[in-house]
């Protein structure tokens, strides 16, 4: 059944991780894949491009369908694979209303954190300010908080959404396991800790754990003081 999916990935890529997620869900292993070197530039080959055209991982497809986005890939093979599985978007219309919220809240958490990682890749040397650092750092801790109270609730505990592992851990968690990664607190963020801690030892997450970080595990102090 997996035979005919390919996925061209980067490790470490939150996006790239999500999809992954997702197929071990789903019980699709045996999918082709292709691990790319981002430093090498490897994600703007013609092979990828032939099926991203913007050069950008990951770069999935499904017999002759194409699905790049990796919110839309996770999606799809939920909808194509329900019976199978992990169920990842309940039934019940409430329950999905909440999975739903959080999954594309996920966006904003993972942008507020890329602005504070990458500003000083993405902003020339003479055009940085530290006004703008400060304001992102800010931005990144109210959204932080938020993920800390949502966390908080009882009736959504122990995963993102409630009692069961859904489309929301799949698209969330990589961008959670990326904040650790580049030294998020654990003592600042109890919450999000103890889930990271918990969720980190499911198999689809073990299972497809980026290789480099198990080569390095050692973390980075970009987000210490947020």
């Not at 055209?53 to 002759?64: C, I, N, Y």
């Not at 790049?68 to 992990?86: H, I, P, V």
């Not at 959204?143 to 851990?169: C, H, M, N, Q, R």
Request: neutral net charge; glycine residues 4%.
């Amino acid at each position: 059944m997996a035979k005919d999916m390919t996925l061209f990935w980067g490790s470490g890529s939150p996006p790239c991780w999500k999809v992954m997620i997702a197929l071990e869900e789903k019980n699709l292993q045996g999918y082709n894949q292709k691990l790319l070197s981002f430093e090498k530039m490897e994600h703007k080959s013609k092979e990828v491009m032939d099926v991203n055209p913007r050069g950008q991982l990951p770069a999935f497809k499904h017999g002759d369908k194409i699905i790049n986005e990796s919110y839309a890939a996770c999606f799809y093979l939920e909808n194509q694979f329900k019976s199978q599985g992990q169920q990842l978007v309940p039934d019940c219309a409430e329950e999905q209303a909440v999975v739903l919220q959080r999954a594309f809240e996920g966006q904003t958490l993972q942008q507020k954190q890329a602005d504070v990682i990458y500003y000083n890749w993405r902003v020339p040397e003479e055009e940085r300010h530290d006004s703008a650092v400060k304001r992102n750092k800010q931005a990144l801790t109210t959204e932080l908080k938020l993920w800390e109270g949502y966390l908080s609730k009882p009736e959504v505990s122990p995963y993102i959404a409630g009692k069961s592992f859904t489309f929301a851990d799949v698209v969330c968690f990589p961008t959670i396991a990326y904040g650790f990664r580049f030294g998020l607190s654990q003592e600042k963020y109890p919450r999000l800790a103890e889930y990271y801690k918990q969720v980190k030892e499911r198999p689809s997450i073990k299972d497809t754990w980026p290789p480099h970080w198990l080569e390095n595990p050692q973390t980075m102090d970009v987000l210490k003081d947020v």
